[in-house]
């Protein structure tokens, strides 16, 4: 959430960043909320001091002996004044904080403006596509020859775009996540922690997918609790308000399945495991100390990186421009893996500053070097995605024979396996 100083004070400043979002809000109805608000704590303020002016005065008129009726009418009157402009106050500040909900985080100066994906810039690239002396078959079919999954008895159990992993497949999705908690958690610094996979509104609202995404989510009306779109939820909600005791920065990693009800329009990229309605993450969560969240953003994406450097994969990382960001983040780069059989790139990884806009919601608060409470930096990236990694490994290292050979660092994690076939 935005402090409602800065609306206030850098109004022109907001309205740029939300055309530079390609987003409508009612910016004029937030400032006149605002507005009436403050003139109303202002009037407030006003009656109380005069409420006890006259509670001094009916005091002094009662020990001189003289009539209090006027005094104590006036009293009464200036009572239910200001418990009608106390009640108004409140509920200007529910309609305020309602509205603020829906204003999305300010870009940072250095995402590029543009209206979609395509406006996006590759930062970098590592490896080049394989090159096959056969035609590549998609993961899918290779799948299905190594009994890796099973779509239909999936479908039929539960509905289209929820996987079902069998034999091999179910231990390479065990496996992958296996290894990105080791290195996250041995080499990277971060600690592991397994949370919920459900959460309450509460919680979504902090981190910013409520109310925007509510129709994109799975919900469980008589609980109030939401399947997990992401672990980036339990886990920045660790904290939820809390002043942070522990010192900054704080690193946290964290397995666990992701729901999320859009999946892609009907027809597009639906087929297998590239959109599905169910997948596993593992996500890296970070509470830094403003002054570094941009150094620690870099260092996000760089342990990211790591994991598909050690599996062998060619991936690209692009910068995120302002009308494809999310609507928590501040800055964005998305990684992507090269799927052969797919002639494309698929998004395996997002890595986001959100500067203060999620603790803000959350009321996550640490003690600044001079002892003062303050607002945390959060951050929060894919370490990575599956089963979109899934595809990329058994594209990427298919045979001719239709076997795929298996990336050295995951073998131990398969029991020794160096081949599926």
């Avoid at 200036?78 to 529910?94: F, I, W, Y």
């Avoid at 100390?289 to 620690?296: L, M």
Wanted: hydrophobic residues 40%; proline residues 5%.
């Amino acid at each position: 959430m935005l402090d409602i100083k800065i609306i206030r004070e850098r109004e022109e400043d907001v309205r740029r960043a939300l055309a530079a979002r390609c987003v409508e809000v009612d910016l004029d109805g937030v400032l006149a909320l605002d507005r009436e608000r403050r003139a109303l704590l202002s009037d407030v303020e006003a009656l109380k001091n005069r409420r006890n002016v006259v509670s001094k005065q009916l005091g002094e008129l009662k020990r001189a002996g003289q009539d209090i009726s006027a005094a104590q009418k006036d009293m009464r009157a200036l009572g239910d004044e200001v418990t009608a402009k106390d009640g108004r106050v409140r509920e200007l500040e529910q309609k305020l904080q309602e509205a603020m909900l829906f204003i999305p985080n300010m870009p940072h100066s250095s995402v590029p403006v543009g209206k979609s994906a395509a406006d996006n810039q590759v930062v970098r690239q590592h490896g080049e596509p394989k090159a096959f002396d056969f035609e590549p078959l998609p993961h899918w079919t290779l799948g299905a020859k190594l009994k890796m999954f099973d779509f239909e008895r999936a479908a039929r159990m539960t509905g289209a775009g929820f996987p079902l992993f069998t034999g091999r497949g179910a231990l390479l999705e065990r496996a992958l996540i296996s290894f990105m908690l080791d290195v996250h958690t041995r080499e990277h610094g971060y600690t592991e922690i397994s949370p919920p996979f459900v959460c309450n509104s509460a919680s979504m609202r902090g981190t910013g997918q409520l109310p925007k995404l509510a129709e994109e989510m799975y919900f469980i009306p008589a609980d109030d609790l939401y399947l997990i779109p992401t672990a980036e939820v339990p886990v920045t909600n660790l904290y939820r308000d809390e002043i942070i005791r522990d010192p900054l920065p704080i690193y946290l990693t964290a397995y666990t399945p992701c729901f999320r009800r859009e999946a892609g329009a009907a027809g597009k990229d639906t087929r297998g495991l590239i959109r599905v309605h169910q997948f596993d993450k593992v996500e890296m969560v970070k509470f830094v100390e403003p002054e570094t969240s941009y150094d620690e953003l870099e260092k996000l994406v760089a342990n990211a990186e790591d994991i598909l450097q050690r599996l062998g994969l060619t991936y690209r990382v692009l910068q995120l421009c302002t009308g494809d960001m999310s609507f928590s983040a501040a800055k964005c780069y998305d990684i992507e893996l090269w799927a052969p059989a797919q002639k494309g790139w698929l998004e395996v990884s997002s890595c986001s500053n959100f500067e203060d806009f999620q603790a803000r919601r959350a009321q996550i608060r640490y003690r600044n070097k001079d002892g003062k409470t303050a607002y945390v930096h959060t951050l929060n990236g894919s370490g990575v995605a599956l089963a979109r990694l899934v595809v990329a490994i058994m594209e990427n290292y298919q045979q001719a024979d239709g076997s795929i050979e298996l990336p050295e660092v995951i073998r131990p994690y398969m029991n020794g396996l160096a081949r599926i076939e």
